[in-house]
């Protein structure tokens, strides 16, 4: 057998792994962590979608797949690992039939999302975008290729060649990097149980080893639904958050990292981040890159520099319209907003980017990964009377 | 053992393969093939380096690991395999470490080479560049990591993480597509002996399985030498040729794919290009993106129409600086060639291209894969006809 | 007073330059001349049009103004003059409010086409693209925001502000580029009698002082129509051919330059190219982009090798939809044809892009312009004897 | 006479804005407005240099034309004006032959900044930055054009032909648009005055008829230096700042903008913002690139939406090495900063952007124009209380 070793260990991994799946698919809240909201902190003009999260475009759905295993000392390739893989789908039918128009805008290309030459090109996404870590990007891009496979088996046969979608970011302040510990099962784990509805979010999927502003960070997620006037259309952003000094925080124009300059790393892990932006705006591939560029307004409003060592990329799709991979006709109708009415929609944007990115660190908790590295998580009363001071 | 099975089956592939580097080491043009030069056609106006090959440039390694295994009828993911992998390496010394400025232009983004937006915002390669087949990137970007952990043991500990380069053309009308054999030996095998010197052409390494102008196409290479007065510097192509209908082909501008219309694959397998350039001129990133940009000048040569399907990438660097990792100093000095002498690099480098694609179809022989799939080899007797008439 | 001699000398210009106007808009083949494919030699394989221009793309309008003034020495600012504007419009109805899809593509920037952020930005063009040389885009440019005034009187009160597209190349080696000899009288004349049908070529408009190959060049044209089958689509180009060594020039592939090695001027005149491509395919701006790149292909088939001074340019527009400067309604609808289908629009652009540079040197007849400066056009009956044999 | 009597006003126009220059050039602060620092109110963590000013970075100059002239209604073409022309040049020496290393970002084309294909391709910058109102642009660069004429009287005949860089806003809110008042003595006054020390700001030059925020706006300038450690290095930014609502406005992170409702102009003028980044770092065209994304950031720190509607446009050039326009080595050297170290130079820049795009609105005065329009300053009281509080 091809994998069979790998497999047998990657069960026990799997059952880890699923066991941190369903807690994480519970979706509460962690014990003692807060939205950023639910703090009483609000950011934006716009009202959020119900659940407040990506999963509020309808039809998006996520899956995680976390992988928390050994402790203490390092040793390389075999833990302890800290990581995961986050997928995120565009909708939960045939993806690679019918395409979501998509773009991409790379802000500080010090990082990796696999596949974005064919994205922007095409204008379209027609596989589902994976998040992990940088070093498992190979291992990840094969097992969705994999995972393709079994969904569409004539791929590479009589059917189009698939190219991934895999974006990273560096954990390996907490996770053993060359271990490389993602492997099919959980990327078939974070695909196959890929769901809309709440979001887990902190330290989960491609979250768990991650940091943000030297607190632990992760995966966030955020919403806004824009006025019926401007066309009712809601934007979910979902990041993997691991960028930033903590003196660059700045949560509602707060310099709250300036506040608590204590609960530091040992180590700067000076990281990235990706972000992933769904609306059911009917825009077409041009527009989904204007939404991208905002995307990165919202990263600054944070108080995030774009440091040379951070990779700074934006994904961003629209749900509303479908694009044939085999087109029989030579044409076809589509429906799209005008120019003249979408800067609500990169205001959206960027208020969902960054209450995001700031979800993410408060749903953070504290996490000692290998050789006792710790990433704290932030103090929410601290946060919170460093905002209302 | 992690990879135990993996590796028991992989030392038979390693065999196979082995032979195969073993022949393609031997550098001989096969049996009945000969380049370009050789059949007394000659395009461009400079003169080729002594190989007439990218390793023209000094200090550039060129290895392949070839995958040639079963036949019949395809059973997907168990074969017939016609595929393999091509490395190609600025320098054999501490790369990661001694980085060499580089960019990447990407002409029509139908295709992948990973890495990419690292290498032009950097302006620098810091890792070999790999060439596979499309599915099988995750797997050898996996592998890449590996050989780089082998060689820097403390990547993603106390050291950087690392973002591979891997391109992808599309071999699937003769591989199976879905076995992604390549893996770790076949990397390691390419990398480790890759070598100055003479490198083995057409359906070898990763264009094994390659088709070009309809006709088996695969690895070329060319290279041009500027005169003393223009700085005497030499540039060096290598391609996997995969793109191309048979008529677009043209050889000194002679038509010779309209002359040629016999020797069909019974299918179009519409695929794509991955250009590679070095240079010993000392020029920085800017001024290797404008290379890669000429570098799809000499493939419009070749009569290419860049159709939609056709992932057209070119990587160019330079081999005449080293740029440090982890720079102690603030300042570094560098020479650099003015862009007002520069014409003449961009034109070498167009002749180079053209040469090397052309190289790539005479060199290969005709091949049999997957459901008998037949790529045929360019009859060399009738293209020296068609071109002198 | 500061334009006073000036605005003297330019009613005079416009004398001639609506002489040169008259003349030129006879659209006779200059006596002597002829177009590539009246020559007998043909290239591509799609169909031309039935006037073989850009102006096969229905709705497509083109209006040049010439200016040829004094003889000998050159008194700067004072002619003697040898150049002009050539307009481009996509359609001749309200511009402004019913823009077309576009996009631009720079392959060399050395050079300038104002207003190009905002028609990649907006994926439209509002306003007619205006050609003429390198130091008289300012002034056309001024030209062109007082001709849209005179159109639009609200402009920059009620209405938005606007943004000139405007071209150029370098004609410097006949005229007198200080005199910036274009101005209102001679860009209205353009705009106002631009028209359907046979569009003038050569040494007239915005081509009066250009050299293409070092022949003389300018302004050529050309258009190819798709089957039926493929959508019945025609493209069709324009150019301002300015560049190019004579020994790159190859027509149909046959090194022509290297044959016809004579007739050179005294020095170099190191230029550029801009390409105008419309089609009446329903594209949006993303494909437009596309077409683009293609252009560049279609220019190297004319062996052109994109010289450091060579700044080249593609535009491209659709003609199949209106986009509304103001849209009333959040949505709109648009119907777009399939990249899966665009291939054939890909090779139709590249073959009308390089015949619309044949034809630039075909139509140019000889001209001597300031200081003697002599730009010799190509012996037609040494043209085609080179290609037959 | 086409051009007599706006040539007869053009004196009259010169003699106000050369009282208008010199009062500019006292560089006093307006009666009654001051310097954001100077309200006690401090962004960032770097410090300012001497003038907190883009002259701060050595060599650097920039001049002003400001053109006031008229009251009451519109009388198209005939003011009132409010307008005028900023230069900014990296030194004051034969910048054409000894160019200085330039990138330009564009985060959003909705608006123009001419010659930057030929900034970016060359990676360098060879003429003088100017920046005034949109439908001015051509007369702009036509004046620059014969400024360079004046200065290089070989342009165009020996020597290369130019490509001006300018850059605009929209002020038609204030100003005659169609007026175009700008022409060759402002902009020859802008350019002849230009001068290193304190910098006139607010509405001044071309900010003359700027707004940001709804409030006045126009020209903004400050500064950051380095630490020794980090190089010492010099960042200056000078911003023509006419974009955003005013809830958008944050001051320190504080919505001062949502705070101070009153104060409206009657209709948005939705408009733009060109950045002007110098350093003395060195660093070559790449990463002025990486610094010119990061004035974007700066201008997010604002509250900037980057609506539809605002061009947004960055130049940056490094004063540290010159390059030759004809270089007679084939070969030079240069010292360049390592990427390593340049993320101090990024959080200078973006803190230098923030506070010029603040001073910008700081320093300028109530203004009405045309129309009876009026473009109503901050009043710093309430900035300053709406910030302490």
């Known amino acids: 057998m091809f994998h069979r070793s790998l497999n047998v260990a990657a069960w026990?991994?799997?059952l880890v792994s699923l066991v941190s799946v369903a807690n994480?698919?519970?979706?509460?809240?962690?014990a003692g962590r807060a939205r950023l909201r639910d703090l009483g902190i609000t950011t934006g003009r716009y009202a959020p979608g119900p659940l407040n999260a990506i999963t509020d475009v309808g039809g998006v759905?996520?899956?995680?797949?976390?992988?928390?295993?050994?402790?203490g000392a390092l040793v390389p390739g075999h833990g302890p690992v800290r990581t995961g893989v986050t997928a995120v789908l565009p909708h939960g039918g045939d993806l690679w039939n019918q395409k979501v128009p998509a773009a991409a805008?790379?802000?500080?290309?010090?990082?990796?999302v696999t596949g974005l030459h064919w994205v922007n090109e095409s204008g379209a996404l027609e596989v589902p975008i994976l998040l992990t870590n940088t070093m498992n990007v190979g291992r990840v891009s094969d097992a969705a290729v994999a995972w393709m496979i079994r969904k569409y088996p004539d791929l590479g046969i009589g059917d189009d060649v698939v190219l991934p979608v895999v974006g990273e970011c560096d954990d390996s302040f907490l996770n053993d990097a060359q271990a490389r510990a993602v492997g099919e099962p959980e990327v078939f784990s974070a695909l196959d149980t890929a769901h809309s509805g709440p979001?887990?979010?902190?330290?989960?999927?491609?979250?768990?080893?991650?940091m943000a502003f030297e607190f632990k960070g992760g995966i966030g997620t955020a919403s806004r639904v824009l006025s019926k006037e401007q066309g009712g259309f809601t934007v979910g952003a979902l990041v993997n958050a691991n960028f930033g000094t903590r003196e660059d925080l700045r949560v509602?124009?707060?310099?709250v990292?300036?506040?608590i300059r204590d609960l530091m790393p040992k180590d700067m892990n000076d990281g990235s981040i990706?972000?992933?932006?769904?609306?059911?705006a009917p825009i077409d591939s041009r527009q989904c890159m204007r939404l991208a560029r905002r995307a990165i307004v919202g990263l600054a409003y944070t108080g995030a520099t774009v440091r040379h060592t951070s990779g700074d990329f934006a994904v961003v799709f629209s749900t509303a319209s479908r694009i044939p991979h085999y087109p029989k006709e030579l044409l076809y109708s589509v429906t799209l907003l005008s120019d003249g009415h979408i800067t609500p929609l990169f205001e959206a944007t960027e208020e969902a980017v960054e209450e995001a990115i700031l979800n993410a660190i408060c749903m953070a908790r504290t996490m000692v990964g290998r050789d006792g590295n710790t990433a704290y998580a932030i103090p929410l009363d601290r946060l919170r009377q460093a905002v209302s001071h």
Do not use: Q, Y
Request: glycine share 20%.
């Open 61 to 71: 759905l996520v899956g995680h797949a976390t992988i928390v295993r050994g402790d």
């Open 12 to 14: 026990t991994l799997v």
């Open 24 to 30: 994480a698919g519970s979706d509460a809240p962690e």
């Open 105 to 112: 805008f790379v802000m500080n290309g010090n990082g990796e």
């Open 274 to 280: 990706v972000i992933v932006v769904a609306t059911d």
């Open 199 to 210: 979001v887990a979010e902190g330290a989960v999927g491609a979250g768990t080893g991650m």
């Open 257 to 259: 990292g300036e506040k």
């Open 252 to 255: 509602a124009g707060i310099p």
